[in-house]
C-alpha cells in the first residue's frame, strides 16, 4: 500500500493509506478555492462538509483575517451564500467590508448574546442550505465563567458537531487558549478537520505565521508573511 498522509491528532506511528482515506470519504470532498496563498496552508483550499479552525492570542489580527478572507470569497464566489454568526456583544464588525456590495441579499449575519444562544444558533443552522457558514469567536461568553466553563463549553462543542450534517464550507475563528490549543481545548480539536494558527512574530509588526497544525491528508506547514500578500491584496479596513 502507498502511504498518502497521515492524520494530525491520531498517533504519530499511525498512518492513514489512500484506501482508508477514500473509504471514510476524506479524498472526494469539492476543493473551494480561496484564491490566495492561503490555500497552500489550507492544503489547496477549502473543503465542503469539513470544519476549518483559524485560532490565535492577538484578536485584533484574527478579526482582521476574517474581514479579509471573507471579502475576497464574495469577490470570488458573488452568487455563494454566506451565513456569518458573530458571537460579540458590540463592535467589531464591518459588514461593508466583507461584501464588495453595498446591499447584499447573499449574506446573513447573526449575533448572539449568551452562550445558551449561541447553542441554539448552531443548531439551527446546521442543516442551513448555505455554501459558506462562519462561526466568529464561539466560547466568547463562556471566557470569564469559573465554576460551569468546562459545561457550557461543551455544549457549544457538541453544537458545533452539528455542522457535519452541512455542505457548507464551515470556517471557525477562534481564540487561542491553552497549551497551544484553541479555546475549546482536546474536544474540539478532535472535532475540526483543519486547525490553522495564526501568530505575531515578535519584532515582526506587519508579519503573522500561519501555521497548519491538523490536517486529514497533510503535514504541518507554515508561512511568514503580511496579511496583504497573504490574501491577495484585498482592501485596507
Not at 476524506?26 to 489550507?42: A, P, Q, R
Not at 477549502?46 to 485560532?55: M, N, P, S, V
Not at 445558551?116 to 448555505?130: G, M, P
Not at 469559573?146 to 458537531?161: M, P, V
Request: with cysteine; aromatic share 10%.
Amino acid at each position: 500500500m502507498d502511504m498518502e498522509g497521515m492524520f494530525h491528532g491520531y498517533p504519530m506511528n499511525v498512518y492513514i493509506t489512500k484506501e482508508i482515506l477514500c473509504i471514510e470519504g476524506l479524498m472526494e470532498e469539492e476543493v473551494v478555492s480561496s484564491g490566495t496563498l492561503l490555500d497552500e496552508v489550507l492544503g489547496g483550499g477549502f473543503r465542503r462538509g469539513w470544519i476549518t479552525e483559524f485560532y490565535g492570542w492577538n484578536w485584533r489580527i484574527m478579526i482582521r483575517l476574517m474581514h479579509r478572507l471573507l471579502y475576497r470569497l464574495r469577490h470570488l464566489y458573488p452568487d455563494s451564500r454566506l451565513t456569518l454568526v458573530y458571537n460579540q456583544l458590540f463592535g467589531g464588525l464591518d459588514p461593508y467590508s466583507i461584501s464588495p456590495w453595498y446591499s447584499d441579499q447573499h449574506i446573513m449575519i447573526v449575533r448572539s448574546f449568551a452562550d445558551k444562544d449561541i447553542v441554539e444558533i448552531l443548531r439551527q443552522y446546521s442543516k442551513a442550505d448555505v455554501d459558506f457558514l462562519v462561526i466568529v469567536d464561539p466560547y466568547l461568553h463562556t471566557l470569564q465563567e469559573t465554576y460551569f466553563k468546562g459545561f457550557k463549553r461543551h455544549a457549544i462543542t457538541s453544537s458545533l458537531r452539528n455542522m457535519l450534517m452541512s455542505n457548507a464550507v464551515i470556517m471557525l475563528f477562534n481564540r487561542g487558549g491553552n497549551k497551544e490549543l484553541s479555546v475549546g481545548g482536546a474536544m474540539l480539536h478532535h472535532l475540526v478537520h483543519v486547525m490553522i494558527r495564526v501568530l505575531q512574530p515578535r519584532n515582526y509588526n506587519k508579519l503573522i505565521l500561519v501555521e497548519r497544525i491538523k490536517h486529514p491528508l497533510l503535514p504541518y506547514k507554515s508561512l511568514c508573511i503580511d496579511i496583504d500578500t497573504l490574501l491577495g491584496g484585498v482592501q485596507t479596513l
